[in-house]
């Protein structure tokens, strides 16, 4: 008996480690598309800290962010490298393929947070190279995949994660206008394409709220699918009017520019109440959602979805204020920061637990 003990303990313990890799490797079959969305949040948050002075949560929330990106490389590198049709399967659908677009707003975001808390525009340049390939190589073939579609998406498989296409649009405009001081020689063409990405997001913008209006209306929309990723109607609206703000705060640097301020002033304002709108309108159906339809308020990552217009609204209300001359404004993002940092720690901390709790169980597991 002895000997058959000592035998089989080889055995059992290789079971074990197998189930436990199963188990960890599982998770990341179904890691969200839209992941990076928790650098985007984490990032804004950290940016609407810094612009009103409070530099220890703004530098704590920065590296916090450059550790959750890198962790985010890893375990999409590892879905492509084990799950590569799982990885094919969420790019070819309609409902989840926009995700991959947060990986693009998540370079430009953390880019943003290099120049300004930071000071570092080297580092900030790797992440919009990094930033604009993945635009390029993922916007086309999206478009491409739903144009070229026998079966053709039906509009309820448009939600919130198609807003990405603009968030990403704008947020490669944003961070070219900020990178245009540190290249002087390539300043008006850092600044003209700027330019033309927020008009073209602006475009996608007008383009996607109106087929997003469309099904919420006139189509049944159940509570569970009412989700938070509809707050990036909002935070899509915010990034709009930010890279606005910021092309009107650096108009200077660009004589041609200047002659537009008027048009930029105004369609930048423009968002700004359109996103502002939104917001009753989801705190209204949020309330339905969870308190009225009893929907759970278990961790997702989709609620990253809702953090990130908070601080995105925050931000583009204080440049908005700035470029505009429109000081009263400020008294709403001196609001809204406080209930951005909050929910983002609130989030943050529901998600280790959750990681926590499944890593435990995955420790846990034997024959």
């Known amino acids: 008996m002895k000997f058959n003990f000592a ?3 080889p055995r059992q313990l290789r079971v074990a480690k197998t189930k436990r890799l199963k188990s960890f490797l599982s998770g990341i079959a179904n890691l969200s598309p839209a992941y990076f ?25 920065f590296w916090i962010n450059l550790i959750a990106y890198i962790i985010l490389c890893f375990l999409f590198a590892a879905r492509l490298f084990f799950y590569k049709n799982e990885f094919r399967s969420d790019f ?40 604009l390939a993945s635009w390029v190589f993922l ?10 579609k026998r079966n053709k998406p039906s509009l309820k498989a448009i939600n919130g994660t198609w807003h990405l296409i603009i968030v990403s649009t704008q947020s490669l405009s944003i961070l070219s206008t900020l990178l245009a001081t540190n290249f002087p020689l390539l300043r008006e063409q850092a600044i003209f394409f700027a330019l033309i990405m927020f008009l073209c997001g602006c475009m996608f913008y007008i383009i996607v709220i109106t087929l997003i209006m469309h099904r919420l209306i006139f189509f049944e929309i159940y509570a569970k699918e009412l989700g938070t990723p509809y707050w990036i109607n909002m935070g899509a ?30 369609f930048t304002l423009f968002f700004w109440a359109i996103g502002t709108w939104w917001i009753p309108l989801m705190i209204i159906l949020g309330t339905w959602r969870h308190l009225i339809k009893h929907i759970s308020l278990k961790y997702s990552s989709q609620y990253w979805g809702m953090v990130f217009p908070l601080g995105m609204y925050t931000v583009c209300t204080v440049r ?32 280790l637990y ?10 846990t597991i034997s024959e």
């Open 320 to 351: 908005l204020s700035q470029a505009v001359g429109l000081k009263f404004l400020m008294g709403i993002p001196s609001v809204f920061v406080i209930i951005a940092i909050i929910v983002w720690a609130v989030v943050f901390i529901s998600m």
């Open 237 to 266: 609206d915010a990034i709009s009017v930010l890279a606005g703000a910021t092309l009107i705060l650096n108009a200077e640097k660009w004589p041609f520019l200047v002659g537009m301020i008027p048009f930029i002033k105004g």
């Open 139 to 148: 916007i086309y073939p999206l478009f491409a995949v739903l144009i070229e």
């Open 37 to 61: 969305s928790l650098v985007m949040a984490t990032g804004i948050v950290s940016i609407a800290a810094y612009l009103y002075n409070w530099i220890f949560i703004s530098k704590t929330l």
């Open 92 to 131: 070819l659908d309609d409902r989840k393929n926009m995700g991959f677009l947060s990986f693009t707003a998540a370079n430009c975001i953390i880019g943003n947070q290099f120049i300004l808390i930071a000071g570092n525009y080297q580092f900030a340049t790797y992440f919009f190279v990094i930033g």
């Open 354 to 363: 959750t990681v926590g709790c499944n890593m435990l169980k995955v420790a």
């Open 7 to 9: 035998n089989n303990e």
